[in-house]
């Protein structure tokens, strides 16, 4: 029984080898030049010799090459679940924000729901599968309809949903701010993202 050459395998480690190798005397020869102006293997009396190895034979390999850069992965970007709304923002420059002009207590609301409802349900009240859809809960046609409603579900909270009173956490005045952004991102009056911070 005739024994099986290793020599397929011993090609390609030593193509590998000579890839990383050309691959370091290239960036060796780099910093060289840089730093000390002249050919790292000039002799004297010789002249300047080039350096540089002739890449290895990898044909029908897939090897990575140093002289490339491989491309970042960047994720699928996702729909948009918001819509803009319908008539144009303030300019910035009015409130010394990026985003759109809004009421003081939109505002407030905006810091306080950022601070204690945006975990559950959703940054900028996008839906969240965590908690209920505030966009629809508060549209038209939703069950929370009325800042009274909405106040007495946040003050009192939802404990078999799993969601905390939050009557000892926020005051009278916080929640009916939250109820303000909130009710303006549910009409489309103001989309995603940090809106700019009122003239005082």
Same mark, same amino acid.
């Given at each position: 029984m005739a024994r099986q050459?290793?020599?397929?395998?011993?090609?390609?480690?030593?193509?590998?080898?000579?890839?990383?190798?050309?691959?370091?005397?290239?960036?060796?020869?780099?910093?060289?030049?840089?730093?000390?102006?002249?050919?790292?293997?000039?002799?004297?009396?010789?002249?300047?010799?080039?350096?540089?190895?002739?890449?290895?034979?990898?044909?029908?390999?897939?090897?990575?090459?140093?002289?490339?850069?491989?491309?970042?992965?960047?994720?699928?970007?996702?729909?948009?679940?918001?819509?803009?709304?319908?008539?144009?923002?303030?300019?910035?420059?009015?409130?010394?924000?990026?985003?759109?002009? @809004?009421?003081q207590a939109e505002y407030e609301g905006w810091r306080q729901y950022s601070v204690n409802c945006a975990r559950c349900h959703g940054q900028?009240?996008?839906p969240n599968p965590v908690a209920a859809n505030l966009l629809i809960s508060l549209g038209a046609g939703g069950p929370i309809d009325t800042e009274q409603?909405?106040?007495? @579900? @946040?003050?009192?909270?939802?404990?078999?949903?799993?969601?905390p009173a939050f009557k000892d956490i926020m005051s009278a005045e916080q929640i009916r701010s939250v109820y303000a952004y909130v009710d303006s991102r549910a009409e489309k009056r103001l989309p995603p993202g940090r809106p700019a911070r009122p003239p005082a």
């Open positions: 050459s290793s020599a397929p395998l011993a090609g390609w480690g030593l193509a590998l080898i000579l890839t990383c190798a050309f691959a370091a005397c290239s960036r060796g020869a780099e910093e060289t030049e840089t730093t000390a102006g002249a050919p790292v293997d000039s002799v004297p009396g010789q002249g300047a010799r080039s350096d540089t190895l002739a890449p290895a034979d990898t044909s029908g390999a897939s090897l990575p090459r140093p002289d490339v850069a491989t491309p970042p992965i960047t994720p699928p970007a996702e729909a948009p679940q918001d819509t803009p709304p319908t008539t144009a923002p303030a300019p910035a420059s009015q409130g010394g924000g990026a985003g759109p002009q @809004v009421s900028d009240v996008l409603k909405f106040f007495q @579900v @946040v003050s009192e909270g939802r404990p078999d949903k799993g969601m």
